[in-house]
Nanobody
Framework: VQLVEPGGGWVQAGGSLSPSCAVS????????VTWYRQAPGNERELVAR???????TYADSVKGRFTISRDGAANTVYLQMNSLESEDSARYYC?????????WGQGTQVTVSS
């Protein structure tokens, strides 16, 4: 299974970015697809998750600003990030899991300039 995350980049505070996660297999084969992020010196943290049934979960810090969505035909999960803050700067990783098996992308860097 391969996950590729284009769409990161640099943006000023208040701006928007929309990275995507292209999965090499049918995304409905997985229990959930999740976006995580990790900033230097910090642990990796959950940002947003969409499970096979369509239920969405968000970290408190991004609620109301980030939206996770998916396109089953394209096997792609999106993360629309609005009103970005400097604290959102991190490397963002896509994860797909099925029972005990975890699959990760290489990540995409998001830098927000204040």
């Amino acid at each position: 299974v391969q996950l590729v995350e284009p769409g990161g980049g640099w943006v000023q505070a208040g701006g928007s970015l929309s990275p995507s996660c292209a999965v090499s297999e049918n995304i409905f084969n997985f229990k959930a697809v999740t976006w995580y992020r990790q900033a230097p010196g910090n642990e990796r943290e959950l940002v947003a998750r969409i499970n096979v049934g369509g239920t969405r979960t968000y970290a408190d810090s991004v609620k109301g600003r980030f939206t996770i969505s998916r396109d089953g035909a394209a096997n792609t999960v999106y993360l629309q990030m609005n009103s970005l803050e400097s604290e959102d700067s991190a490397r963002y990783y896509c994860n797909a899991h099925l029972l005990s098996r975890q699959f990760w992308g290489q990540g995409t860097q998001v830098t927000v300039s204040s």
